[in-house]
T-cell receptor, first 118, second 112 residues
Framework: GAVVSQHPSRVICKSGTSVKIECRSL??????MFWYRQFPKQSLMLMAT?????????EQGVEKDKFLINHASLTLSTLTVTSAHPEDSSFYIC??????????????FGPGTRLTVL | KNQVEQSPQSLIILEGKNCTLQ??????????LRWYKQDTGRGPVSLTI?????NTKSNGRYTATLDADTKQSSLHITASQLSDSASYIC???????????FGKGTTLSVSS
């Protein structure tokens, strides 16, 4: 149980275009989802916390107008990278706060999306 | 400042050998510590989770230890396999429901 999926797994786009990444909790409801970015040989860096039905909370230094997050349902959060540039190329990973009682800080991670901006 | 430091940064071992990865943290107040395995190009997968009162936890060939007094944890891998090649990430939670603090990971390469 507690499976999180992401789509697409890999995307290549031209500079200036927008890319949407989906994160789904497949077998549980997730009121809170998280979006991370990971550069090669670096740790995961939290970008934003997505709460169902409300605005996302962005970490310091993350542009909310560039990285649009929508958490419209209890099983789906989307991250849209607007006007993507080569420096946005990275591995984007989402996670969902799990249903485990007493383990409210448990996060289940998706498989990640590799974004390459040409 | 809450930090998680892992060592070594990378490690190469022969198939069948054992190895131990280290994690030191300066996170307060401490809630729990997790070890994750991240294969290249994949999301992290949880191996173990330990709270303040737990000092050892096993998951198959993986055994994690925790010393809450010295704020150190280790992950011991027994009889390594080629499929153990991955990045192992130590993650500490300050208090339940707050953001996770990630170490940079140890990259393990198991060769035949």
């Amino acid at each position: 149980g507690a499976v999180v999926s992401q789509h697409p797994s890999r995307v290549i786009c031209k500079s200036g275009t927008s890319v949407k990444i989906e994160c789904r909790s497949l077998d549980f409801q997730a009121t809170t989802m998280f979006w991370y970015r990971q550069f090669p040989k670096q740790s995961l860096m939290l970008m934003a916390t997505s709460n169902e039905g409300s605005k996302a909370t962005y970490e310091q230094g993350v542009e909310k107008d560039k990285f649009l997050i929508n958490h419209a349902s209890l099983t789906l959060s989307t991250l849209t990278v607007t006007s993507a540039h080569p420096e946005d190329s990275s591995f984007y990973i989402c996670s969902a706060r799990g249903p485990d009682r007493g383990r409210e800080d448990t996060q289940y991670f998706g498989p990640g999306t590799r974004l390459t901006v040409l | 400042k809450n930090q998680v430091e892992q060592s070594p940064q990378s490690l190469i071992i022969l198939e069948g050998k054992n190895c131990t990865l280290q994690c030191n943290y300066t996170v307060s107040p401490f809630s729990n510590l997790r070890w994750y395995k991240q294969d290249t190009g994949r999301g992290p997968v949880s191996l173990t989770i330990m709270t303040f009162s737990e000092n050892t936890k096993s998951n198959g060939r993986y055994t994690a230890t925790l010393d809450a007094d010295t704020k150190q944890s280790s992950l011991h891998i027994t009889a390594s396999q080629l499929s153990d090649s991955a990045s192992y990430i130590c993650v500490v939670s300050a208090t339940a429901g707050t953001a996770l603090i990630f170490g940079k990971g140890t990259t393990l390469s198991v060769s035949s």
